[in-house]
């Protein structure tokens, strides 16, 4: 018998709304909410044996302590299995249901699968291995959404391999050999024929969707600006304080410039892993040009640098690791009077 | 990062070599430089050399931070400087 213990938020559990959803994680015995409608599912396949609760606002502000507590609980349940929500569009119940399927299965490697609507952002739990099924954005759509969510879940924890074209989960990024009928140049010739022609094909490689970003206004007048420095080249103090990874960065860091006239070879280095750091070693400024910049502001073609220059390393990094990035100076230059931006990019 | 700066309203210049990528995923003030391991140098050249074509460059991205655009947009140095 299939132990399954399903997790909710604190509207879901029937314990309130946003007046509640400051609730730590705790634990029923039993199938709560929209846990009953999973146990007629089940039809003896197995049990609900019990229902984590968290409250939205709790997960969201300390996602790693939740994660803890949960685990906690987790711990003496014997659980095979772990369904997440529907979070339907619910943004922070989204995040929560995505991070507690990733947790359980990477860090505790019990099988788990969340549902969601597709463009809740928890999908980004998908990237780091979290097994999602999409569903609709409301929660009007739960008869329709369960049963997806259960049966990913039965599979999964039966060992049966998987994969997003058949079992209809949010693709993962996981790559995974195969044995193609055709040899490559056979299979590209056809597909272009078939684009010729007018035909469907499929692309063996989905290529990657960039929204657009409507332009900033531009300055009045840059002389009377504080431009800040903005690098992904992996220059940083020499000895890299804040361990910058030379691929796949995890984080982004600031350091002082004030007072400075120019990168001395030496005091400054590239930590990226992503290009021969020779040339720029030899002299930093040519992947940050405070030495110019500074002449300038001394001449008046600019107001001032800001005192800090921003720096990670843009080497495998993914998209949504650098948005976050880029957020994060924003609203730190914003709100410091800084007025645009110079990003170096290798 | 750049596409997030300028989300958030600050005029953002990408400075970078290769410009297609840049394009592709949507920087909308962009600056060809010269190398991947160089964006504001050229080692090729003296020091002196060097630096003045830095501030060409840096001239160049200058003028596109007060220039209105409309979408992803290059704003070429002159090469001879």
Not at chain 1, 109 to 138: F, K, L, R, T, W
Not at chain 1, 272 to 277: A, E, I, K, V
Request: glycine content about 10%; some cysteine.
């Amino acid at each position: 018998m299939l132990r399954i213990v399903h997790y909710i938020n604190q509207f879901f559990a029937g314990l309130g709304g946003e007046e509640k959803a400051d609730l730590k994680p705790e634990i029923r015995t039993g199938p709560v909410g929209p846990g009953r409608l999973l146990q007629s599912l089940l039809r003896g396949k197995g049990e609900v044996v019990a229902t984590l609760i968290c409250g939205d606002t709790y997960f969201a502000e300390q996602p790693e302590e939740a994660c803890r507590r949960l685990a906690d609980l987790l711990f003496t349940l014997k659980a095979d299995l772990i369904l997440a929500g529907p979070a339907f569009a619910s943004g922070r119940y989204g995040l929560a249901c995505g991070e507690v399927a990733r947790m359980a299965l990477n860090e505790l490697a019990i099988p788990a699968v969340a549902a969601m609507h597709p463009e809740n952002p928890g999908v980004q739990a998908a990237a780091a291995g979290a097994y999602i099924v999409p569903c609709g954005s409301s929660a009007a759509s739960m008869k329709e959404a369960l049963p997806p969510l259960l049966a990913l879940g039965i599979k999964l924890a039966s060992g049966s391999a998987l994969s997003p074209d058949v079992d209809g989960y949010l693709p993962r990024g996981i790559r995974k050999n195969v044995t193609a009928d055709l040899p490559a140049a056979v299979r590209a010739v056809n597909m272009v024929l078939a684009k010729i022609a007018g035909r469907p094909f499929t692309s063996e490689i989905p290529l990657p969707q960039f929204d657009r970003v409507s332009p900033a206004p531009p300055v009045f007048d840059i002389r009377q600006a504080t431009v800040a420095l903005v690098t992904e080249s992996g220059l940083v103090p020499a000895g890299n304080p804040d361990r910058i990874e030379s691929s796949r960065a995890s984080h982004f860091a600031r350091y002082s410039i004030g007072g400075l006239g120019a990168f001395a070879s030496g005091k400054f280095e590239s930590v990226h892993g992503g290009y021969s750091t020779d040339l720029a070693n030899a002299d930093p400024n040519r992947l940050v040009p405070l030495d110019v910049a500074r002449r300038l502001q001394g001449a008046g073609g600019i107001a001032g640098l800001y005192d800090y220059y921003f720096t990670t390393v843009g080497n495998g990094t993914s998209v949504q690791k650098a948005q976050a990035f880029g957020r994060e100076i924003a609203a730190e230059i914003r709100s410091s009077g800084v007025k645009a931006a110079i990003l170096t990019a290798t | 990062m750049a596409k997030e700066l300028e989300r958030e309203g600050i005029p953002t210049v990408l400075l970078c070599n290769i410009v297609p990528i840049a394009l592709t995923v949507g920087a909308n003030r962009v600056v060809p430089t010269r190398g991947i391991q160089y964006p504001t140098g050229d080692p090729s050249l003296s020091r002196e050399q060097e630096q003045a074509w830095r501030e060409h460059l840096l001239m160049t991205a200058l003028k596109a931070l007060e220039t209105p655009v409309t979408g992803p947009t290059v704003f070429p140095p002159d090469p001879k400087e």
